[in-house]
């Protein structure tokens, strides 16, 4: 089985790349307020949703150059883990990914000594030790935690626990696989590489990407970067503030 993406819309190519145990129906918001202005390539990540029997492994290079062989070359949009495939294959392939936007997503993802603002080590590993006693109640604390702090924190939660299995249940060896990309990838030596303009949009309330790393990470970039903290957000904007998210998204591709 081959990589799923669906196109929907109407102008210029833009990619769509979801994060850690969704899958691109989660973009449904976005979708309608950007469908008329650009042809949207809405990926299911390798082992997720609709690609969940793909067979290319959660890596950065697989992921990126099974997405690149299904798509157009175009700016590639990254939520979250998302956003690692987006970053990597802008630094690495700007001939497929013209320009990168972010949301909520980083060059690293996890707290370390000589990066202050990531996510504690610890959560990971309990979600990693969560995965094989209780893989349900497992994901449900995470979509807990991603719309936390979100002025509409219910709505939020209410949408991503609708969409989490809308397209079957992801595997546990790649959600594990997932939960390690997110705590062993850091980009932030490649980051003088990239060579296109970025956006990156933030959550100013989000609990998973905190908005400083996103500043930190925008700063170590070779190239003009802008970064914009949607007020009020967790970690999912795009559901809370679709048309925030749309018009910076729309603005950056225009300029």
């Not at 979600?127 to 509409?152: I, M, P």
């Not at 609990?207 to 009020?232: I, K, N, Q, T």
Request: net charge negative; glycine share 8%.
């Amino acid at each position: 089985m081959s990589l799923h993406v669906d196109v929907v819309g109407d102008g210029p190519p833009l990619v769509l790349l979801h994060g850690w145990a969704m899958h691109g129906g989660v973009f449904a918001p976005l979708v309608a307020r950007l469908r008329d202005r650009f042809t949207l390539h809405i990926v299911d990540l390798p082992g997720h949703g609709l690609s969940r029997d793909c067979g290319v492994p959660l890596t950065l290079d697989a992921g990126v150059a099974a997405i690149a062989a299904h798509v157009p070359a175009a700016p590639w949009f990254g939520w979250s883990l998302g956003g690692l495939f987006a970053l990597h294959a802008a630094i690495e392939r700007p001939e497929h990914a013209t320009h990168a936007a972010l949301i909520c997503a980083s060059a690293r993802f996890v707290r370390s000594a000589d990066w202050r603002y990531g996510v504690s080590p610890e959560i990971f590993r309990d979600f990693a030790t969560g995965l094989r006693t209780d893989y349900r109640g497992t994901l449900d604390r995470f979509v807990a935690l991603e719309a936390f702090g979100s002025d509409h924190a219910k709505d939020e939660v209410r949408a991503l626990r609708e969409d989490l299995f809308a397209r079957g249940e992801p595997s546990a060896h790649v959600l594990a696989d997932g939960l390690d990309l997110l705590k062993t990838a850091d980009l932030r030596t490649a980051m003088p590489r990239l060579r296109s303009p970025s956006l990156w949009l933030a959550g100013r309330r989000d609990r998973l990407v905190d908005a400083r790393a996103m500043r930190e990470s925008a700063a170590l970039s070779g190239a003009p970067a802008s970064v914009h903290v949607v007020e009020h957000a967790g970690h999912a904007p795009f559901l809370t503030h679709a048309d925030d998210v749309a018009a910076h998204l729309a603005d950056f591709l225009r300029a």
